[in-house]
């Protein structure tokens, strides 16, 4: 699985337990957020739900590994845009039966409220949960398939809700656009100069133009 990791600045100094708790699994991990608090630009999280739903929709990346202070900011920002199935993990159950019914592939962590002591290893907990499963396997069994297409039906409804993302790129605010396309992990990451990324592609070169 290609995995995102994108950090905020409120939660920046968690990223380094976020790749820790990722280690050793057999996945891509690509870190496009802050590695700290003292980056510049500084992501907030309307940053950040923007590059994660941009890596989505670019197809760059199977699962963005989100969050802010408390995961609610982020959950809201990420859930702005189409193409994203997201939820806010705090537990390991949680994280168990978000791979099983839903599927999704952008999770909101908490990572300053309740934190606390042994924070990095309930990080390692929860992902140990969420890649223990079948993605979409169904749970109780009986409902896999009602879960199943509910899926789809949802997937539909964020198809016909939203804007497509080249629209949505020459759409947004510019305090939004420039931080998070700037920002230069990102930047080299998506390598907009040497590579051919499609109708978003070239919305974001035409955004960065203008």
């Known amino acids: 699985m290609r995995i995102a990791v994108v950090n905020e600045v409120s939660a920046g100094d968690r990223n380094g337990a976020i790749l820790k708790a990722l280690e050793g699994r057999g996945h891509s991990v690509h870190n496009l957020g802050m590695a700290d608090g003292q980056e510049s630009p500084q992501l907030l999280y309307t940053h950040t739900g923007f590059i994660s739903a941009l890596v989505l929709n670019l197809g760059l990346a199977d699962l963005v590994v989100g969050g802010c202070g408390t995961g609610v900011g982020y959950l809201n920002s990420v859930m702005q845009f189409p193409g994203v199935t997201a939820a806010a993990l705090h537990s390991p159950l949680d994280a168990w039966l978000f791979g099983q019914i839903n599927a999704g592939n952008c999770v909101s962590l908490a990572l300053n409220q309740g934190f606390g002591w042994a924070g990095d290893v309930n990080l390692g907990f929860i992902f140990d949960r969420l890649f223990s499963v079948e993605w979409g396997s169904g749970y109780p069994e009986h409902r896999r398939e009602p879960q199943r297409a509910a899926r789809g039906v949802l997937a539909a409804m964020s198809s016909a809700a939203h804007r497509s993302f080249p629209d949505i790129i020459a759409a947004l605010p510019e305090e939004v656009v420039v931080p998070a396309l700037t920002f230069p992990r ?20 035409l955004r960065l133009k203008g």
């Open 186 to 205: 990102l930047w080299d990451f998506l390598a907009l100069d040497s590579r051919d990324l499609g109708e978003i592609g070239a919305a974001l070169k």
